[in-house]
C-alpha cells in the first residue's frame, strides 16, 4: 500500500474511490492474458503509462472508472485492453447481434484511430469492429453493423441513425466508453450521448475518459457512473 501510494505521488496519480486496486508498475503485473500482453510488447513500448498503469486494474475489476489525463498519454489502450478482455469472456456474437464494448467518440478521425488500435490489438483474438460515422454514405456501415461484431466505435448523430432505423442494436452492450467526453460535451452531444446511454442494460461497465474534468462531465458521471473510481494523471481542479 505503502509503495503504491508513492508511486502513485511520484507520477502525479491521483485516485478516488473504495479499494482502489493497486497500479501495475509493468506490463506483466496487469496480468493481461498472454494474446494481448504478446502485442503490447511488439508495439516496443516499455511500461504501462501512468493512465494505464491505474487505469487497467480499475477497469479489469469491471468497475465504472473515470480517467482524465492529457492527450497522448496512452488513454486508447487504457479502456481497449480491458474491453478486449471483456469481449473474449462472453459468449460469442450470432450474426445480427448488437456489440458487446460500444466505444462514443466526437469525431471521425478520433473514431478511425481508434478502430485502428482495435484491429492492431484484437488480430490476435480475432475481435471484430465496426467504425460508424456521419458523412458518408450508411451502406457498408449497415452490411458491417449486422455480420455480428463485437466492437463498434461510433460519433454520436450517426450511432443514432442507426439504432433509429434499427440497423444494430445496444442490447448486448455491457462496457460503454465515453472517449474524450469533455469534447463531446464541448460539441453539443449531451443529449445524443443521454440517448444512447438510455438503451444501454443498467448493469453495464461504463468509462469516461477526458483531457480535463469539468463540472458539466461531473454532473454527467454522476448521473450515469453511480460509485466509480477515477484516477487523474498531472495537475486538475479536481
Ligand atoms: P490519448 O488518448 O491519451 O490522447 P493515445 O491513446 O492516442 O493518447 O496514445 C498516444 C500515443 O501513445 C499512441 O501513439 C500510442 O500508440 C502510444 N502509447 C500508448 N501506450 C503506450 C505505452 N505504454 N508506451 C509507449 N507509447 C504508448
Ligand atoms: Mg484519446
Known amino acids: 500500500e505503502q509503495d503504491a501510494a508513492e508511486w502513485r ?21 496487469a496480468s493481461m492474458p498472454e494474446y494481448i500482453l504478446s502485442e503490447v510488447l511488439k508495439c516496443g ?18 468497475q465504472n472508472t473515470v480517467g482524465v489525463s492529457a492527450t497522448g498519454s496512452g488513454k486508447t489502450l487504457a479502456f481497449l ?8 469472456a462472453q459468449p460469442y456474437l450470432k450474426p445480427g447481434e448488437g456489440p458487446i464494448v460500444l466505444v462514443v467518440a466526437p469525431t471521425r478521425e478520433l473514431a ?27 451502406s457498408k456501415q449497415i452490411r458491417d453493423l449486422q455480420s455480428g461484431t463485437e466492437i463498434v466505435i461510433a460519433t454520436p448523430g450517426r450511432l443514432i441513425d442507426h439504432l433509429d ?8 452492450v455491457t ?4 472517449d474524450e467526453a469533455d469534447r463531446m460535451l464541448d460539441m453539443g452531444f449531451e443529449p445524443q450521448l443521454r440517448k444512447i446511454v438510455s438503451q444501454i442494460r443498467p448493469d453495464r461497465q461504463v468509462l469516461m475518459w477526458s483531457a480535463t474534468w469539468p ?6 458521471a454522476r448521473d450515469y457512473l453511480g460509485e466509480y473510481y477515477q484516477v487523474t494523471v498531472g495537475s486538475q481542479d479536481l
Open 45 to 62: 513500448f516499455q511500461s504501462p503509462t501512468p493512465i494505464q498503469s491505474q487505469g487497467w486494474p480499475m477497469a479489469l475489476k469491471g
Open 9 to 29: 505521488a511520484s507520477k502525479q496519480i491521483v485516485v478516488v474511490g473504495k479499494d482502489v486496486p493497486k497500479p501495475c508498475l509493468t506490463f506483466e503485473e
Open 175 to 178: 462496457y460503454l466508453v465515453l
Open 81 to 88: 485492453l480491458p474491453g478486449m478482455i471483456h469481449i473474449n
Open 112 to 138: 478511425v484511430q481508434i478502430k485502428e488500435e482495435c484491429d492492431k490489438f484484437g488480430k490476435s483474438s480475432d475481435i471484430k469492429n465496426t467504425v460508424v460515422y456521419g458523412g458518408v454514405p450508411k
Open 215 to 220: 463540472k458539466e462531465i461531473q454532473g454527467l
Open 165 to 172: 432505423q434499427g440497423n444494430t442494436n445496444l442490447k448486448r
